[in-house]
């Protein structure tokens, strides 16, 4: 009888870790945008746009990356890109475009909500089509089985990613970057997309 109850204990047990392990998984990131207020060892604490003070330890082979301007004129045919947009009479009309290096395409295919400002939305899939309009662009932006044509007014940002090294992440520094929280509410990173040379990342 006691091997039973063991056993129905070993059980349940593991039931509930795999249960946990699985809810960790489907757990999606929270996306802090702020500026860097201090860096200590791999403890990154940002002031995020709404005023909150946030810690989050970085991982010990954490990516970092800046964000330098290119021209719209460039994205053409072929690019693969995110693009953030609000919803206009129009249409979707971009508020930021980042193009995506080769070796990153692929990043997050799809449409989906994002939280850039509210009822915004992300599009990340490879242009199909660009055509000017009026001082802007046209993008028609594929992704799986669907895709979204996208306007892109002159003024808005166009950014690709561009290496830069944790020196980078100085107090000051604007940031962006996607963080996973435990149980216990501590967020991890393993990418931070940071501000330099007066280019702010977009997204």
Not at 145 to 159: G, L
Not at 165 to 189: C, H, I, R, W, Y
């Amino acid at each position: 009888m006691f091997k039973r109850i063991a056993k129905t204990v070993l059980t349940l047990g593991l039931t509930g870790l795999l249960t946990g392990a699985a809810l960790a998984q489907t757990t999606p990131p929270t996306r802090i945008r702020g500026t860097i207020a201090s860096l200590n060892d791999r403890l990154l604490t940002i002031t995020s746009r709404d005023g909150q003070t946030l810690t989050v330890t970085l991982a010990e082979n954490v990516t970092v990356s800046a964000v330098k301007k290119i021209d719209l004129a460039t994205v053409g045919d072929g690019a693969y890109i995110g693009t953030a947009s609000r919803t206009e009479a129009g249409g979707q009309q971009a508020i930021e475009v980042l193009v995506f290096p080769e070796a990153m395409r692929g990043t997050g295919e799809g449409h989906f909500a994002w939280d850039l400002e509210p009822g915004s939305m992300m599009t990340n899939g490879t242009v199909k089509a660009a055509a000017a309009k009026g001082t802007g662009k046209e993008l028609t932006v594929a992704y799986k089985d669907s895709s979204q044509t996208v306007t892109v007014p002159a003024n808005a940002p166009v950014v690709t990613l561009a290496p830069a090294e944790k020196a980078d992440l100085k107090p000051g520094a604007p940031v962006f970057l996607s963080a996973m929280k435990n149980a216990e509410g501590q967020f991890t990173a393993a990418r931070v997309t940071v501000g330099k040379d007066g280019v702010a990342p977009p997204m």
